[in-house]
C-alpha cells in the first residue's frame, strides 16, 4: 500500500512539474518578447532554440528517421528532438515505476517499453493517416474525373484536388503540386506520393494517373470507375472492422492483465517477484509467460488486421 501511495504521489509530482516548466517556459518567452519589442534587439525564444537544436539533430541518423517517420505520420509540425525527449523520459518513468513496484530487472523492461511506445504511436498514426487518406480517395477520384474531363492536365488537376480537399489528401496533393512545379516529373512526384502511403488503393491510382499520362486512354471513365469502387471497399472496410473491434481490444486486456497480476502478487505479498527473479526457475517461469503473452498479443494482432 506504501509502495502504491509512493507511486502516485511521484506520478503527481511528475505532472505537476511538468506542466510548471511548460507554464515558467511559456512566461519567460513572452517576456522576452515583450522586452524585445522595448529595446528592438532580437531575443532567442524557445520556440527558436528548440529549432536550432532540430535543425543539428536531423542531421544525425536517428533524427533524419524520426523526422521521416513524423513526416509520414502526418506530424511534421512536431519537434523531432521533443519527440525523442519525450520518450526517454517516458521510458525512464515508466522503467522506474516497474523497478520499484515490481524487481529491479523490471527496469529494462521499461525503458525498452518507452521505445516500443513511441515507435507503436509513430505507427498507428501513420496507419490513421493513410486510413483518412483512403477514405477520402472516392472523392478525391471524381475530383480529378472532373477536372481532366473538363480539359484541364492531370497536373493541372491534382493542382485543383490540392485546393479542394481537405487534410491528409489536401496535402499530400500539394506536395505533388509543389514538386510538379519545381521540375521533377509526374512519375517521381507520384511514386514519391505512393512511397509516404503505402496501400493498394493509392498504387492503383498512381498507376492509372501515370499510365494514362504515357499512353492516353479514357481517364474520366477510369476515374469515376475507381471511386465508385473505392465507395464500396470503404463500406466491406467499416464492416470489417466493427466486427473484429472486440478481438482486438481482447488481445490490448489480455497483456494488462498479465501485468496487473504481477503487481497483484507484489502488492499481497510483497517481494515475491523480486524472489522470482532471484531462482532461475522463477525468471524461467516469467520469461515462458511473458513470451506466451507476446505470441498471443501478435496473433490477435495479426488476424485482426485489416491492411490498407
Do not use: C
Amino acid at each position: 500500500m506504501i509502495v502504491v501511495g509512493i507511486l502516485v504521489l511521484v506520478f503527481a509530482a511528475a505532472v505537476l512539474l511538468v506542466v510548471g516548466t511548460s507554464d515558467i517556459a511559456s512566461v519567460s518567452s513572452r517576456r522576452r518578447a515583450i522586452l524585445a519589442g522595448a529595446v528592438d534587439e532580437p531575443t532567442a525564444t524557445w520556440q527558436h532554440r528548440v529549432a536550432a537544436w532540430d535543425r543539428v539533430f536531423v542531421q544525425t541518423r536517428l533524427g533524419a528517421w524520426v523526422q521521416r517517420q513524423l513526416l509520414l505520420a502526418g506530424e511534421e509540425g512536431r519537434s523531432p528532438v521533443l519527440v525523442v525527449t519525450l520518450a526517454a523520459l517516458g521510458g525512464a518513468v515508466l522503467g522506474w515505476v516497474l523497478a520499484v513496484g515490481l524487481a529491479p530487472v523490471f527496469g529494462l523492461a521499461g525503458i525498452a517499453g518507452g521505445i516500443v511506445g513511441i515507435r507503436a504511436w509513430l505507427s498507428r498514426a501513420q496507419d490513421r493517416r493513410n486510413e483518412a487518406f483512403v477514405a477520402q480517395m472516392p472523392e478525391l477520384a471524381r475530383v480529378l474525373s472532373n477536372a481532366t474531363g473538363a480539359g484541364l492536365s492531370i497536373a493541372s488537376a491534382v493542382t485543383l484536388a490540392a485546393d479542394e480537399l481537405s487534410a491528409p489528401a489536401g496535402v499530400e496533393l500539394g506536395r505533388v503540386a509543389a514538386r510538379l512545379r519545381f521540375g521533377a516529373s509526374l512519375d517521381v512526384a507520384m511514386r514519391e506520393m505512393e512511397e509516404r502511403l503505402p496501400s493498394r488503393e493509392v498504387s492503383v491510382l498512381v498507376s492509372t494517373l501515370l499510365v494514362s499520362a504515357r499512353s492516353g486512354g479514357s481517364l474520366v471513365s477510369a476515374l469515376r470507375d475507381i471511386a465508385d469502387t473505392l465507395d464500396e471497399r470503404k463500406e466491406i472496410r467499416r464492416e470489417v472492422r466493427t466486427t473484429l473491434a472486440q478481438a482486438s481490444v481482447t488481445g490490448y486486456i489480455v497483456i494488462g492483465m498479465g501485468v496487473g497480476i504481477l503487481f497483484l502478487l507484489n502488492f499481497v505479498q510483497p517481494g515475491t517477484v523480486q524472489a522470482m527473479t532471484d531462482h532461475w526457475v522463477g525468471r524461467g517461469a516469467l520469461i515462458f509467460a511473458g513470451a506466451l503473452y507476446t505470441a498471443g498479443f501478435l496473433t490477435i494482432r495479426r488476424m485482426t488486421r485489416v491492411d490498407a
